[in-house]
Protein backbone atom coordinates (compact mmCIF):
# COMPACT_ATOMS: atom_id res chain seq x y z
CA UNK A 1 0.00 0.00 0.00
CA UNK A 2 1.33 3.29 -1.14
CA UNK A 3 -0.28 6.62 0.41
CA UNK A 4 0.15 9.55 -1.75
CA UNK A 5 0.25 12.42 1.33
CA UNK A 6 -0.09 14.80 -1.20
CA UNK A 7 -3.29 13.63 -1.80
CA UNK A 8 -4.56 12.72 1.60
CA UNK A 9 -7.03 14.28 3.70
CA UNK A 10 -8.73 13.85 6.78
CA UNK A 11 -11.10 15.45 9.17
CA UNK A 12 -11.59 14.15 13.00
CA UNK A 13 -13.26 15.98 16.05
CA UNK A 14 -10.99 14.63 18.63
CA UNK A 15 -11.68 14.43 22.56
CA UNK A 16 -8.90 13.55 24.88
CA UNK A 17 -9.73 12.85 28.85
CA UNK A 18 -7.13 12.64 31.63
CA UNK A 19 -4.30 13.88 29.62
CA UNK A 20 -0.94 15.16 30.30
CA UNK A 21 1.82 16.63 27.77
CA UNK A 22 4.94 15.95 28.84
CA UNK A 23 8.03 17.33 27.42
CA UNK A 24 5.90 18.22 24.24
CA UNK A 25 8.69 21.12 22.89
CA UNK A 26 6.47 23.91 22.13
CA UNK A 27 5.49 23.86 25.64
CA UNK A 28 8.95 23.22 26.83
CA UNK A 29 10.03 26.54 24.54
CA UNK A 30 7.39 28.65 26.25
CA UNK A 31 8.27 27.10 29.42
CA UNK A 32 12.23 28.83 29.15
CA UNK A 33 10.61 31.60 27.04
CA UNK A 34 8.36 32.65 30.15
CA UNK A 35 10.14 31.11 32.80
CA UNK A 36 7.64 29.17 33.81
CA UNK A 37 9.05 25.42 34.50
CA UNK A 38 5.90 23.82 35.22
CA UNK A 39 4.84 23.59 31.11
CA UNK A 40 7.11 20.97 30.81
CA UNK A 41 4.13 18.77 32.28
CA UNK A 42 0.64 20.18 31.53
CA UNK A 43 -2.07 17.96 32.71
CA UNK A 44 -5.68 18.73 31.37
CA UNK A 45 -8.73 17.12 32.36
CA UNK A 46 -10.51 17.22 29.18
CA UNK A 47 -9.33 18.08 25.41
CA UNK A 48 -11.66 19.03 22.28
CA UNK A 49 -11.41 20.13 18.72
CA UNK A 50 -11.51 19.71 15.22
CA UNK A 51 -8.52 18.75 13.40
CA UNK A 52 -7.58 18.43 9.33
CA UNK A 53 -5.36 17.15 8.00
CA UNK A 54 -4.51 18.42 4.27
CA UNK A 55 -1.48 19.82 1.89
CA UNK A 56 1.05 17.54 4.18
CA UNK A 57 -0.17 19.37 7.32
CA UNK A 58 -2.39 18.96 10.84
CA UNK A 59 -4.04 22.22 10.63
CA UNK A 60 -5.30 22.82 14.24
CA UNK A 61 -8.72 25.42 14.76
CA UNK A 62 -8.06 27.71 18.08
CA UNK A 63 -8.86 25.61 21.29
CA UNK A 64 -8.80 26.17 24.66
CA UNK A 65 -6.37 24.19 26.71
CA UNK A 66 -7.50 24.61 30.63
CA UNK A 67 -4.95 22.87 32.34
CA UNK A 68 -2.61 22.69 35.94
CA UNK A 69 -0.72 25.42 35.37
CA UNK A 70 -2.15 27.93 33.01
CA UNK A 71 -5.09 28.60 30.58
CA UNK A 72 -4.04 29.22 27.08
CA UNK A 73 -6.58 29.74 23.44
CA UNK A 74 -3.50 27.58 21.17
CA UNK A 75 -3.99 27.38 17.01
CA UNK A 76 -1.81 26.43 14.20
CA UNK A 77 -0.32 23.93 11.77
CA UNK A 78 1.95 21.34 12.12
CA UNK A 79 3.57 19.80 9.22
CA UNK A 80 4.81 16.33 8.00
CA UNK A 81 7.96 17.35 8.09
CA UNK A 82 7.96 18.36 11.80
CA UNK A 83 7.91 22.06 11.05
CA UNK A 84 5.55 23.88 13.71
CA UNK A 85 3.36 27.53 13.16
CA UNK A 86 1.59 27.96 16.13
CA UNK A 87 -0.15 30.95 18.08
CA UNK A 88 -0.86 30.87 21.65
CA UNK A 89 -3.36 33.55 23.63
CA UNK A 90 -2.53 33.69 27.36
CA UNK A 91 -3.24 36.51 29.94
CA UNK A 92 -0.45 38.58 31.31
CA UNK A 93 -2.20 38.02 34.91
CA UNK A 94 -1.88 34.37 34.34
CA UNK A 95 2.04 34.44 33.22
CA UNK A 96 2.93 36.42 35.88
CA UNK A 97 0.83 34.35 38.87
CA UNK A 98 2.12 31.13 37.85
CA UNK A 99 5.71 32.57 37.38
CA UNK A 100 5.69 34.18 40.48
CA UNK A 101 3.32 31.02 42.16
CA UNK A 102 0.84 33.42 43.73
CA UNK A 103 -1.88 30.88 42.93
CA UNK A 104 -2.68 28.97 45.78
CA UNK A 105 -5.77 27.15 45.10
CA UNK A 106 -6.26 27.20 41.17
CA UNK A 107 -10.09 26.29 41.66
CA UNK A 108 -10.70 29.58 43.71
CA UNK A 109 -8.80 31.46 41.25
CA UNK A 110 -11.11 30.35 38.04
CA UNK A 111 -14.22 31.53 40.26
CA UNK A 112 -12.91 35.08 41.20
CA UNK A 113 -11.14 35.94 37.90
CA UNK A 114 -15.07 34.72 36.28
CA UNK A 115 -15.35 36.89 33.16
CA UNK A 116 -12.44 39.37 33.61
CA UNK A 117 -9.93 39.13 30.44
CA UNK A 118 -7.44 41.96 31.45
CA UNK A 119 -4.03 42.37 29.34
CA UNK A 120 -3.84 39.67 26.67
CA UNK A 121 -0.59 38.62 25.29
CA UNK A 122 -0.33 36.62 22.01
CA UNK A 123 2.90 34.81 21.32
CA UNK A 124 4.26 32.74 17.90
CA UNK A 125 6.12 29.60 18.08
CA UNK A 126 7.46 28.73 14.73
CA UNK A 127 10.26 26.67 13.16
CA UNK A 128 11.10 22.71 13.70
CA UNK A 129 12.31 20.74 16.73
CA UNK A 130 15.74 22.52 18.21
CA UNK A 131 15.41 25.60 16.17
CA UNK A 132 12.01 27.24 17.94
CA UNK A 133 11.54 30.71 17.62
CA UNK A 134 9.17 32.36 20.57
CA UNK A 135 7.60 36.07 19.53
CA UNK A 136 5.24 38.59 20.94
CA UNK A 137 2.93 39.52 18.43
CA UNK A 138 0.63 41.37 20.00
CA UNK A 139 -0.61 42.44 23.76
CA UNK A 140 -4.45 43.71 23.98
CA UNK A 141 -6.67 44.98 26.24
CA UNK A 142 -10.57 43.11 26.93
CA UNK A 143 -13.33 44.56 25.28
CA UNK A 144 -14.84 46.09 28.58
CA UNK A 145 -11.51 48.25 29.19
CA UNK A 146 -12.62 49.54 25.78
CA UNK A 147 -15.19 52.41 27.03
CA UNK A 148 -12.75 54.24 28.62
CA UNK A 149 -12.72 58.11 28.09
CA UNK A 150 -9.92 59.17 25.29
CA UNK A 151 -7.69 60.35 27.85
CA UNK A 152 -7.60 57.46 29.83
CA UNK A 153 -7.46 55.27 26.36
CA UNK A 154 -4.55 57.09 25.70
CA UNK A 155 -2.58 56.76 29.25
CA UNK A 156 -3.47 53.00 28.78
CA UNK A 157 -2.32 52.43 25.30
CA UNK A 158 1.39 54.11 26.54
CA UNK A 159 1.31 51.80 29.19
CA UNK A 160 0.11 48.87 27.52
CA UNK A 161 3.32 49.87 24.59
CA UNK A 162 5.63 49.73 27.84
CA UNK A 163 4.53 46.48 29.22
CA UNK A 164 4.91 45.09 25.62
CA UNK A 165 8.33 46.20 25.54
CA UNK A 166 8.93 45.29 28.97
CA UNK A 167 7.68 41.69 28.51
CA UNK A 168 9.90 41.47 25.15
CA UNK A 169 13.07 42.25 26.89
CA UNK A 170 11.70 39.73 29.53
CA UNK A 171 11.09 37.23 27.75
CA UNK A 172 14.39 37.58 25.34
CA UNK A 173 16.08 34.60 24.97
CA UNK A 174 18.99 36.68 23.18
CA UNK A 175 21.13 37.31 26.42
CA UNK A 176 22.25 40.05 24.12
CA UNK A 177 19.30 41.84 23.96
CA UNK A 178 18.35 41.73 27.87
CA UNK A 179 19.90 44.71 29.46
CA UNK A 180 21.29 44.53 32.93
CA UNK A 181 18.95 47.41 34.50
CA UNK A 182 18.77 47.99 38.27
CA UNK A 183 15.92 47.00 39.68
CA UNK A 184 13.08 48.94 40.71
CA UNK A 185 10.73 48.11 43.53
CA UNK A 186 7.36 50.17 43.38
CA UNK A 187 4.90 49.97 45.56
CA UNK A 188 1.23 50.85 44.83
CA UNK A 189 -1.71 51.31 47.38
CA UNK A 190 -5.00 53.00 47.75
CA UNK A 191 -5.85 55.31 50.77
Known amino acids: LVIDMNRLYAYA ?3 M ?4 LKNFEPLEGLSKFASIEELNN ?4 R ?7 RDNMVIIPEMTVKNNILDMQIKGSHTFDNCMDYT ?6 DILASRYNWRKNRKQDEVEDHGKQGMIIYLTVKGTPG ?5 ITKVSLAPKLNLLSPAVKESVKQEKNELKQMLKDEFSRDPEKKQDKPKEEVVDWDE
Open 13 to 15: KVV
Open 17 to 20: ENGQ
Open 42 to 45: VKFS
Open 47 to 53: LENEVEI
Open 88 to 93: IRLKVS
Open 131 to 135: NLKFG
